[in-house]
């Protein structure tokens, strides 16, 4: 079936560690996105890709990395230089031109 | 970044009561999509509209695309236990844009 795979579903990390949230989609859509959510708030956009090899900043981009070399992957980082990592990370994709987002089941990260 | 206001932020009501939602900005938006989300999962799109005073059903959910472009409302008739769960609304403020607004969320509990 297709859809998008967020990998894993809950993460530890240890603070000053880096980690790497996996997203992978196989809609064959050209943008792909990660959003971050905090309790009690919507959707913050981190990073957004609209073409292979070609990424661009959103809202809150300090303290994550991304890369996009496969149309089909679009893994995040966060860095040690995050100062509150701890949130649940949101990849979604879509058509280029289209509207409509669908997104992952999403990755809990915890810094313990 | 562009905000849009999401109210009411929490609802809780019986079971089998009808359900009113809405959100609203001060710019001009081209497409409004509506979202829920369940514990611990991705969203997943209820509701998709593209046209000023367009309004679209989904079985009990009904939404409109306001006629002054700035707003949206989302209707949930006769709400059943598996309607609970945060509804979000997005928008998009000009054809091909490459990002999605969203609101902060409407959290529905819904007392059997």
């Known amino acids: 079936d297709g859809g998008i795979t967020q990998s894993p579903k809950y993460l530890f990390r240890k603070e000053g560690q880096n980690v790497t949230l996996s997203c992978e989609q196989n809609?064959?859509?050209?943008?792909m996105y990660w959003y971050r959510q905090d309790p009690g708030q919507g959707l913050r956009l981190i990073y957004y890709?609209?073409?292979?090899?070609?990424?661009q900043k959103g809202d809150i981009a300090e303290g994550y990395s991304v890369s996009r070399e496969k149309k089909e992957s679009f893994p995040l980082t966060v860095t040690s230089a995050q100062k509150n990592p701890t949130a649940f990370y949101l990849c979604?994709?879509?058509?280029?031109?289209?509207?409509?987002?669908?997104f992952g089941q999403g990755t809990r990260l915890t810094v313990v | 970044g562009q905000q849009l206001n999401q109210s009411p932020q929490s609802m809780f009501i019986q079971e089998g009561e009808d359900v009113s939602m809405n959100c609203t900005s001060s710019?001009?938006?081209?497409?409004w999509l509506w979202y829920k989300q369940e514990p611990g999962e991705g969203p997943v799109l209820l509701i998709a509209?593209?046209?000023?005073?367009e309004l679209t059903s989904n079985g009990r959910l009904t939404a409109q695309f306001g006629i002054t472009r700035k707003d949206s409302f989302l209707n949930i008739s006769a709400s059943i236990p598996s309607d609970v769960g945060i509804y979000f609304c997005?928008?998009?403020?000009?054809?091909?844009?490459?990002?999605?607004?969203f609101g902060q969320g409407t959290r529905l509990t819904i007392n059997p």
């Open positions: 890709s609209q073409i292979v090899n070609d990424f």
């Open positions: 979604a994709s879509r058509i280029q031109g289209d509207t409509e987002a669908f």
């Open positions: 809609l064959n859509h050209d943008a």
């Open positions: 509209l593209y046209k000023a005073g």
């Open positions: 710019s001009i938006f081209n497409t």
């Open positions: 997005a928008g998009q403020l000009q054809l091909g844009a490459q990002k999605l607004v």
